[in-house]
Every structure is written in C-alpha cells, then in structure tokens.
C-alpha cells in the first residue's frame, strides 16, 4: 500500500547531482532505500526526530538527509553520483523500531519509488 510520494529522480552522468523529495513525513523514523535490478532492497539512510541521521557506508559523504517538518517533506541530496548508486529508490516510514533494526519490514509505509540513473 503507498502512502508516501517521492519525485525527483531521473538520469545524471556521474559526478552529477540529484535531489529526491518524499511526503507526507509524518512518520516517527523516515528513511531512504534502494533497489537495483537482480538484487535486494538496500537501506540508505534514515532519521528521526532528536537523533543524528546515519547513512551507509557506500552513502556517506555523499549523500544527505534531510527534513522540512513545515512542509511536511523529506529529501535526500545526492552528490557525486558514481554508476553503482543507479537504482529504485524509496522513501519509507516507520516507529522508532524502524531506526534502530533499519529492516524494510519494520518499515511500514512506503512510496512507489523514483528511478535514478547514473550513467558513466
């Protein structure tokens, strides 16, 4: 069932930039995930209210999440987009479970996801 929307994906070369956006954010954990063809769905990032947001390794430095609680929205800025970071990905929602096992299935609310491509 989706409840969330996410926009802003679409094809960059690497080293390029993009920012995805996510509503409602209304969840008290929100995260990021991915997913390329032939392989499992990848936890990318998450935050929740109080807390510092953690990222992947294959993420971090690169990516960053974000909220506007006074729009209701979440993003992720993509920078230095390398091939590898092409995927579906999907914003999700869930309890504080959710940003402590950062397991899909603890993630109860989910977008339909947004493609993003990085061609090299």
């Known amino acids: 069932q989706v409840q969330l929307v996410e926009s802003g994906g679409g094809s960059v070369q690497a080293g390029g930039s993009l920012r995805l956006s996510c509503g409602p954010s209304?969840?008290?954990?929100m995260g990021w995930f991915r997913q390329a063809p032939g392989k499992e769905r990848e936890w990318v990032t998450s935050?929740?209210?109080?807390?510092?947001?953690i990222y992947a390794g294959s993420v971090k430095g690169r990516f960053t999440i974000s909220q506007d609680n006074a729009k209701n929205s979440l993003y992720l800025q993509m920078t230095s987009l390398k091939p590898e970071d092409t995927a579906m990905y999907y914003c999700?929602?869930?309890?504080?479970?959710?940003?402590?096992?950062?397991?899909?299935?603890?993630?109860?609310?989910w977008g339909q996801g947004t493609q993003v491509t990085v061609s090299s």
């Open positions: 999700a929602g869930g309890g504080s479970v959710a940003c402590f096992s950062l397991r899909p299935t603890d993630f109860h609310y």
């Open positions: 209304r969840y008290t954990c």
């Open positions: 935050i929740q209210e109080g807390e510092q947001p």
